[in-house]
């Protein structure tokens, strides 16, 4: 069955620190990957996705991420966490093969806190 | 609006009611999702429109549920005969139809769903 694992369910950093977020997937081939942000009261914002090509990207708010095949891992990180970080972050996974359908097969996420 | 609008943000309700959540999207966008949010969870996909047909609706739990979109545009999620493990938070995604996938769905702040 196709799943996301996210293993970190609450993550304390300081400000400043750097940050890595480990996201898994199993799927029967390489599907798609985001990740999103789902800061209080707003919605979930794409911050990045990998397709193709490159396997290091770049996103919004200074995030990237690395899909590394071999490990079916596509990791989230930032070299230096800022308080506006503090919020959850999901990652989420959708089939190459869905038609017009993409939707979303997603982790359960990852809370992140951040210390002044 | 600009973003995506839900309406109600919160909706309480006793268990055995009707309930109708609303879901404005992006002006133009013509594929629309439904997912729920559990607490502690990662969005559940429930159903998904392309213009005004439900093109997959393998996410609905039930068939307590139905959704519609008469004219394309706005969708109401409906819940008949509500029961306690229906409480959580229903979001709403649209997308654009672009030639090609793009893959970000924007979101809105959701509709929080609690049975008594």
């Known amino acids: 069955a196709q799943s996301v694992t996210q293993p970190d369910i609450h993550i304390t950093v300081s400000e400043g620190a750097s940050l890595e977020l480990r996201c898994n997937y199993s799927?029967?081939?390489?599907?798609?990957l985001f990740w999103y942000v789902q800061s209080p009261g707003q919605g979930l914002q794409l911050l990045l996705k990998?397709?193709?090509?490159d396997t290091l990207v770049q996103g919004i708010k200074g995030f990237e991420a690395e899909f590394k095949r071999s490990q079916s891992s596509f990791n989230l990180r930032k070299p230096s966490v800022h308080w506006s970080d503090a919020a959850e972050y999901f990652c989420?996974?959708?089939?190459?093969?869905?038609?017009?359908?993409?939707?979303?097969?997603w982790g359960l996420g990852t809370s992140l806190a951040v210390n002044p | 609006g600009a973003g995506v609008s839900q309406t109600p943000s919160n909706k309480v309700t006793e268990k055995g009611k009707y309930v109708e959540l609303r879901c404005d999207p992006i002006?133009?966008?013509?594929?629309l999702y439904w997912y729920r949010q559990s607490l502690g969870q990662g969005p559940e996909f429930l159903i998904y429109f392309q213009g005004t047909g439900a093109a997959d609706d393998s996410g609905l739990p039930n068939d307590r549920f139905f959704a519609v979109r008469p004219e394309g545009s706005v969708s109401t999620l409906k819940i008949q005969r509500t029961e306690r493990g229906d409480s959580a938070v229903y979001l709403c995604?649209?997308?654009?139809?672009?030639?090609?996938?793009?893959?970000?769905?924007?979101f809105g702040e959701g509709s929080r769903l609690t049975v008594l």
């Open positions: 989420a996974v959708a089939s190459r093969n869905a038609g017009n359908n993409r939707k979303l097969i």
């Open positions: 990998y397709f193709s090509g």
């Open positions: 002006s133009g966008h013509t594929a």
């Open positions: 995604a649209s997308s654009p139809r672009l030639a090609g996938y793009t893959g970000e769905l924007f």
């Open positions: 799927y029967g081939a390489t599907p798609y």
